[in-house]
């Protein structure tokens, strides 16, 4: 049926079955979600596209053996790991530019170091922590810091997203990534340095 659009679990099949149209059904689904989160980290349409084809090449890699609980937080994940690891090679040699540059710095306040963990299951229970630390938060304040976070949203969008001013943003993102980096410690997630 032309115009119809696959429900998670009919794409999931795709890939537990091994069947090729599983992309292209995903990018159908997802694609435009994925590709705007691509977007707001390198503000380049052409490295975001190529993000969400490797997004898309990350998800027939895992699935299986993994099997989302929903797929476009799934698909949008791997395209922002991928995006900001692209990001992070464009910007090597010239850290402090760029919106992305500043979320990334200021993640850097409560978000361990690549040394700081202990390999990859520690980075899947930091993961965790963060997603039950998000819901401690009230809905208006997790939203703010997920749109900085995640979508990398500059203040101003965040601000004029939720009626609130630019300062009241940044004070909420401020006190949101210091209670981040106290609950990790109390998680047991941030090694003393």
Known sequence: MKGHTMKDEEIIALYFGRDARAAAETKASCGAY????????????????ECV??????????IPPTRPGNL???LAKLTRNIAVNRYNTLHAEKRGGGETA?????????????????????AKQLSRAV????HTLSRRDAGVFIRRCFYAEPIAEIAKRFRISEN????????TRQKL???????????EE
């Open 102 to 122: 500043l979320v990334l710095d200021e993640l850097s306040e409560c978000i361990p170091s690549e040394n700081s963990v202990i390999g990859e299951i520690d």
């Open 53 to 62: 084809n490797d997004a898309l090449l990350a998800a027939w890699d895992s």
């Open 168 to 175: 009241n943003a940044s004070v909420i993102l401020s006190r």
């Open 34 to 49: 994925c590709f705007t989160v691509a977007n707001n980290i390198l503000h380049s349409a052409e490295d975001a596209e």
């Open 181 to 191: 980096r106290s609950y990790l410690e109390k998680e047991g997630l941030l090694n």
């Open 131 to 134: 997603n039950a630390f998000l």
């Open 72 to 74: 476009r937080l799934y």
